[in-house]
C-alpha cells in the first residue's frame, strides 16, 4: 500500500518513495531467472491487479495449462479474490495461496498480493 517498507530497507531511495506515494504507484514487477525487470507501473492496486491478470492470460496462451501460487502479506481476502479471477481466466492444473514470507514482506509491508506461475 505504501513505499514505506521499501524505503526503509533501503531498496528505495527517500524521494522516490514519497513520490511513488504521493502519485499511488502500485508497480508490477516480474521476476525470471534471478532477474527483477519491471512490468508496469500502475496508479490503482486494481489497475495492477488487471495487468498481472493480463500477464498471466499471455503466458497461459503461450504456455497452455499452468501451475499457480497466489501470495500475499495481511490481505488473504484480496489474494482469495485475485486468484478467483485468474482461475476463472486461464486453464491451470493446479494452484494454491500462501502467505508472503516475512523475508519478503520485510521490504513491501502488509497488504502485497501477487502471484508465481510456470
Given at each position: 500500500?505504501?513505499?514505506?517498507?521499501?524505503r526503509k530497507s533501503g531498496?528505495?531511495?527517500?524521494?522516490?518513495?514519497?513520490?511513488?506515494?504521493?502519485?499511488?504507484?502500485?508497480?508490477?514487477?516480474?521476476?525470471?531467472?534471478?532477474?527483477?525487470?519491471?512490468?508496469?507501473?500502475?496508479?490503482?492496486?486494481?489497475?495492477?491487479?488487471?495487468?498481472?491478470?493480463?500477464?498471466?492470460?499471455?503466458?497461459?496462451?503461450?504456455?497452455?495449462?499452468?501451475?499457480?501460487?497466489?501470495?500475499?502479506?495481511?490481505?488473504?481476502?484480496?489474494?482469495?479474490?485475485?486468484?478467483?479471477?485468474?482461475?476463472?481466466?486461464?486453464?491451470?492444473?493446479?494452484?494454491?495461496?500462501?502467505?508472503?514470507?516475512?523475508?519478503?514482506?520485510?521490504?513491501?509491508?502488509?497488504?502485497?498480493?501477487?502471484?508465481?506461475?510456470?
Open positions: 500500500e505504501t513505499f514505506e517498507y521499501l531498496r528505495l531511495g527517500p524521494a522516490a518513495a514519497l513520490i511513488a506515494d504521493a502519485l499511488n504507484i502500485k508497480p508490477v514487477f516480474r521476476i525470471a531467472a534471478g532477474d527483477l525487470k519491471p512490468v508496469s507501473k500502475s496508479f490503482s492496486k486494481k489497475r495492477a491487479l488487471d495487468r498481472m491478470v493480463r500477464e498471466v492470460e499471455a503466458a497461459s496462451y503461450v504456455r497452455g495449462q499452468l501451475h499457480l501460487a497466489f501470495f500475499h502479506a495481511a490481505a488473504p481476502e484480496e489474494a482469495e479474490e485475485f486468484s478467483r479471477r485468474i482461475l476463472a481466466a486461464v486453464p491451470h492444473l493446479e494452484s494454491f495461496t500462501s502467505d508472503f514470507t516475512p523475508v519478503m514482506g520485510r521490504h513491501t509491508g502488509p497488504g502485497i498480493v501477487g502471484l508465481s506461475f510456470y
